[in-house]
C-alpha cells in the first residue's frame, strides 16, 4: 500500500496528547467510516479548516483511503475568501472544529457544502484492526492534494498533486537525505502549505518517524524553543528565516544536543542569520532549504558536506535536475541546448517526477509555467561548475512575509470591487521583521477621511488580516506599460517618492 498505515507517533508538546501507531490506524478507519457515511467518495474533494493537531494527520488519511482529494484551507481568511474557494472547488465536505466561528461558515450551507464539526469524533480504545477491515480507494495517480497559492478573493490558483507526485517527493527526499536526522521532528509551520505540510509533516511521519505538531508560528513555542527541543529530545525542525527573530532573543539555546539538522525555507536567507541559527542550535547542518508548492516543495538545499554560508546559496538538487536557461518563454519548446554556463545568470527551471498535476481548472495558467515536463520557477539564479545553485533574484510578484506568500492580485481584486475605487495596485516593500510587507498604490473616485475609511472596512470584511496593506498611498494615476498594463515597479519608484496616508490618523475614532 503507498499510503503507509505505519505511521510514527503523533505528539502535541503543548497539550501533551499522544497517539501512537495503532491509536492512529484505529482512529483513521473510525474517521474514514464517519466521512463516508457524510457520503465522501472518490473524485470528491474535502475541505479541512484547522490543521497543527493530531486529528488533522488523521483526517488526511481518512480523505486519501476514501477516495477523497484533501484541500486545507487557512484558518485566518475571511467568510469572503473561504466562500470564494469553496465556490470554484465545490467540495462535498468542509471539516471544522470548535475554533471555527459560525459567522464565518454560514454561508457555506447556502452552496451546498455540508459542514461538520469534528471535535466530538473520536473512539475509544487503541486496538489495531487487522488489515482486511480497511478498504482503500486511494490510487497513485488520483488527485490527492489541493493547496492555494492565490486566488482567495479572485479566480482560486490551486496547485493540484497526485499521490504520485507527493510520493515521488518523499521518495526523492528520503535517497537525498536519509531518515535519521528526522527521527523526532518538530512542526511549528502551518500546515495548509507545501513547507509545512508535504515536507516538515508528512515526508518522516508517514515514513515511522515521530511528528511533534506546535502551533504554527507559535509565540510561546518560539519563546520556549531550547527548552522543546530538549524536552522532547527533537532531532529535526524546518522554519522561516522570520522564526529566528524571536527564537534567538527570546529562548535559551538547546543543551542536550539532540537537534541534528536545521531546515530553513520558504524566504531569502541571509549569511549572517545562517550563522547565528548555526550557532544556536549547536550543529552545522542548518540546511537553506529551496521548494515550491507546484514541485512538491523541496527540490534543493545544502546537504554538500562542508559549507560556508553565503547569501543566496542553495546547493544541490533534491530527487530533481534543475538547469539555469537564457529563456524564461514556456511557449517556445523547451530546448536545453539554451542552458547558462556554469556561474552564467539565467532562469531557473526544474524537471522533477513530484511535479503538481496542474493549476486546477487553468490550462492556460498551466501551460506558462510547464515545457515539455520542466517547470518555470520564476526564479533567476546560476549554478557554478560544483553544480550548486544560487538564487540571485525573482520575478515572479509574489510578496513574501515572513515565509507566507501573498500575491498582489488577492488584494487588487477586493479593493476593485469598492465602489469609489478607480485604480489599485499592491506591492511589496522592505520589512525589517517579515522581510517583505505589503503597501497599495490607489486611485479612488473621492479622496477624503471618509473614504479611506469605508474602504479599510470593506478591506477587512473581504482578506485576512495579515493580507491587509500597512502602506496606502494616494495617487492621481498609476503608471502603465507601453501595452497599457499596470506596472506594479513603476507604481513602487513612484511611491516610494512621497509619504504614505497617515492610516493610524485617519482611522482614529472621532
Known sequence: MFIDLAPGRLV?????RAWNSREIVARV???????QSEGLGHGDRVFVLYGNKLEFFVDVLAAWHSGASLVPIDSRLTSFEIENLARAVEPRLLLV????????????TVLGVR???TTAWDIAGD???TAGRIRSHARLDNEALMLFTS????????VVHTHRSLRARWIALKDALGLAAFRRTLCL??????????????????AGQDLFIAPPFSTECLMRLGWLIDEHKITFLSSVPSMWGLALKASKPPAARSLRRVHCGSAPLSSLLWRQIQEWAGTKEVFNAYGITETGSWVAGTSVGDFVPEDGLIGVPWGSVIRTLKSADPHAPFDPDTQCR???TGYIWINTPALMQGYYRQPELTAQVISGGWFYTGDIGVVDDRGWLYLKGREREEINKGGTKIYPADIDAVVEQFELTKEVCAFAVADPLYGQNIAMAVVLKDENSATIRALHDWMKRRLAEFKMPVRWYALDSLPRNSRGKISRKEVEDRCMARSPLDLRSILRTE
Do not use: Y
Open 151 to 158: 486566488g482567495s478573493t479572485g479566480v482560486p490558483k490551486g
Open 12 to 16: 502535541e508538546p503543548l497539550s501533551g
Open 115 to 117: 459542514v461538520l464539526d
Open 127 to 129: 486496538s489495531h484492526p
Open 342 to 344: 556554469a556561474a552564467e
Open 189 to 206: 509551520l502551518p500546515t495548509h502549505f507545501g513547507h509545512g505540510l508535504i515536507c516538515n509533516s508528512l515526508f518522516p511521519w508517514l
Open 29 to 35: 478507519i473510525a474517521r474514514m467510516q464517519r466521512l
Open 97 to 108: 472544529d470548535s475554533s471555527a466561528g459560525a459567522a464565518a461558515l454560514s454561508g457555506l
